[in-house]
């Protein structure tokens, strides 16, 4: 009996996650009859980096610019009897796996390659992944199992700014479709930058977030605040922010103005200390905000 021909193939693949979504490319009829979702992604040409073989085919399959991390995972898939173009093979495939990203506003996804090996790209719930729902490769399930979030932790520094007068009011900035939980009112600041005095950060960030220029004070707290979500740059992160929350004072008659474009700043505003209760504030400015109450208290 003839001998059957080995086959060996090396392929690199992304996981790519944005929020509770999960982008999939849908394998074409020629390669399977029915319905099956798999991840971005696709052979490794002779001499091409796996990397670079992972971004063409995203690009191809889903017609978006991606980022891929340093972290990869091998996954094995040997078949000794299978059926490629028409003869039977003892295929084996070597997958190589990596942690991918696309910006947030990245388009809709559609696919360029014609009569290629998948038709349609599109983003699936993860939930509906994981418990069957959509019908995928074996590789998708095992790469979703072991995919890990990656983990950031930030230092920030933030100023609480009061206006007094007939209308007390605090100086707030709103975060921006590109930064964390959109539409939610923060106080003013970031991240302190690598050599960078915190007081220095508040100073330049606020000029940044507000056009204002403030006068930094005491330290009123060290906050501290974790989430899950979408980065800016669109990795989807296990954020840990630590944040030193300063005094500061500003021109009371100075109207803020977002200074920096297509940040994470939308809007910056002086908001009456009676609307506080009203906005959607995250718990970490309350907790500053309660600082510094009970600071302008003990004076």
Known sequence: ?????????????????????????????????????????????????????????????????????????????????????????????????????????APAPQTL???????????????????????????????????????KQRVAAYAVVRRAGPEPAV?????????????????????????????????RELGEETGLAVEVGALLDVVSHRFTGTAPSGRREDFHALGLVFEGTAPGDAEPRVRERDGTTADAAWVPSDRLDDLDLRPWVRQALAASERSAAGR
Do not use: C
């Open 113 to 151: 390659e014609v009569d290629g090996s998948t038709i349609e790209a599109a983003w699936h719930p993860l939930a509906a992944v994981l418990d069957g729902s959509v019908p995928t490769t074996s590789l998708v399930r095992e790469a979703l199992v072991e995919a890990e979030v990656t983990r």
């Open 1 to 105: 009996m003839r001998p059957v021909e080995q086959e060996q193939r090396v392929a690199a693949y992304a996981v790519i996650a944005r929020d509770d979504l999960v982008l999939l490319s849908r394998l074409s009829p020629r390669i399977t009859r029915h319905e099956l979702w798999t991840l971005p992604g696709g052979g490794v040409d002779h001499g091409e980096d796996p990397r670079d073989a992972v971004l063409r085919e995203i690009h191809e399959e889903t017609g978006l610019a991606a980022h891929v991390g340093s972290t990869v995972r091998v996954h094995n898939f040997h078949q000794p009897d299978a059926w490629r173009r028409g003869r039977r093979v003892d295929a084996h495939a070597l997958r190589l796996v990596y942690e991918g990203w696309v910006a947030p506003d």
């Open 171 to 203: 100086l707030l900035v709103q975060s921006s479709g590109r930064g964390p939980h959109p539409g939610s009112w923060l106080l003013p600041g970031g991240g302190v930058e690598h050599g960078e005095a915190p007081r220095d950060t508040v100073v």
